[in-house]
């Protein structure tokens, strides 16, 4: 699987992905030069925390963690993704809700799919991405 | 309209592509690249290409030395939303469409239109751009660089 990190310690997969928080907090407005919005404040604190409680989740119950990628979008919501061979999890972190895109192929209308994320649904989600 | 302004379904398609690493419209993972949606950001939410048969070279869609050109095909981009709706005056509308949108600097310019509303949930309708550019960066991908990062 892509983007797989061989499971390091719990630390240092928390380490990496508050270094990417690190570098998100430095971007002002126009960060990209595509006039894209400096991260939302509230976007970004409620991603911090979900980061922390998903990472919580997956790793509690055994399963292996990847290496998300972070950023941010145009309207300065904090994205997150992961990407296997043959599945995606895209993340929409907004300031009170999770929007989740899975994707399995590059059509948008039978190969992707849109939900909101709760917390029940954490487990859900992630061993579709890691198993099918 | 000019038969020349429509583009058809087997053309080239040119997008430029940020090419340091730490801009994050790409990465390379074990060396298998990988474009990411990033790649396709557009404050319009219409992400620029150009029509290859217009640029004697693909170098010269390039909007940094640095960066590279990747190569979509327009019928490839249409099919991303298998959505069409045929009426009576307009025919088959594309949920997302390749329009000729020439400009004085670029006579090759084009633009990559969605139209949110043909999506079937209210879901894809609201997060249209997002599923459109993780889509094109799938496109991408599949396809690989026409030009490397800062090649010739």
Known sequence: MAY????????????????????????????????????????????????????????????????????SDEDGYITVEWYGEARQLHLQIEANAVVYIQVWGPNIETEMNVDVLHRKDYLTIWKWLLYG | MDKNDYVRDNEELYRSIRGKLEEKEYIL??????????????????????????????????????????SLIAGDVRALAAVETKTEDKGIVHAVDVIYDPTPENPAHSHIAITPEFFGSTNKQKYAFRLLSIALAELATKSGWTLRPGGE
């Not at chain 2, 298998?32 to 290409?49: G, T, Y």
Request: proline fraction near 6%; glycine fraction near 2%.
């Open chain 2, 29 to 70: 993972n074990e060396g298998k690249l990988r474009i990411l949606p990033k790649a396709f950001s557009d404050k319009h939410r219409k992400p620029s290409v150009d029509r290859a048969k217009l640029r004697d070279n693909p170098s010269l869609s390039r909007l940094n030395e640095t960066d590279g050109i990747i």
């Open chain 1, 4 to 71: 797989i990190n061989n499971n390091p310690p719990l630390d240092i997969q928390t380490r990496q992905i508050s270094e990417q928080f690190d570098v998100i907090a430095q971007r002002e407005d126009n960060w990209d030069e595509y006039e894209s919005k400096k991260p939302n404040k509230l976007s970004f604190n409620h991603a911090k925390h979900f980061m922390e409680a998903f990472l919580d989740t997956v790793v509690s119950e055994g399963h292996s963690w990847l290496t998300p990628l972070i950023s």
